[in-house]
């Protein structure tokens, strides 16, 4: 088997040829990957900044949220506050309201009393009626006026005093 000087230029030249055919696919493809590459970086860049960006915004309204939150705990908290000095003073006004009360209590009328007064207006009529038995008729009017003007007063008393009014009723 004897190569001719043709046949080793050939296979030379063969191999030569897929030499360069070989080097300018592994540069092509180089490039390609590159460029592949390149597009993937910027890509990467480009979202990158994008996530800065939102990053950015949501730090931001991170710090919006937590200066609401203060303001708004500020703001309980002086409400609560308020609400506080407004309990003192009521709690103030309550206990004066009730030494008060209990400064009047001797003052205030009975069951007891209400009694006394229907029997005193019982017999204010029974004036009225003596008076008009006597002829004495300015007397008589007076007394009669008088004995229904107690009456009232003696009915919005009673009704204004914790007890039962039917024993109220029956001792009158």
């Known amino acids: ?34 460029k592949d590459w390149q597009q993937y970086a910027n890509d990467a860049s480009h979202q990158a900044e994008q996530l800065r960006a939102t990053l950015h915004k949501v730090r931001h309204d991170l710090d919006i949220c937590r200066h609401n939150a203060a303001q708004a705990i500020e703001a309980m908290t002086e409400e609560r506050d308020r609400h506080a000095e407004q309990a003192t003073t009521l709690q103030l006004r309550l206990t ?39 002829n004495l008729l300015d007397q008589a009017r007076f007394a009669s006026t008088a004995c229904e003007r107690l009456g009232l007063v003696i009915d919005r008393v009673a009704a204004a005093i914790p007890g039962e009014p039917a024993q109220q009723e029956a001792a009158a």
């Open 96 to 134: 004066t309201a009730q030494e008060r009360i209990a400064d009047l209590t001797p003052l205030t009328l009975t069951a007891e009393d209400i009694t006394s007064l229907r029997i005193v207006n019982k017999q204010l009529l029974v004036a009225a009626q003596t008076y008009a038995g006597l």
């Open 1 to 34: 088997m004897n190569f001719t000087t043709y046949q080793i230029m050939a296979f030379i030249g063969a191999i030569a040829g897929m030499a360069i055919v070989f080097g300018l696919g592994f540069i092509e493809g180089r490039r390609a990957v590159r």
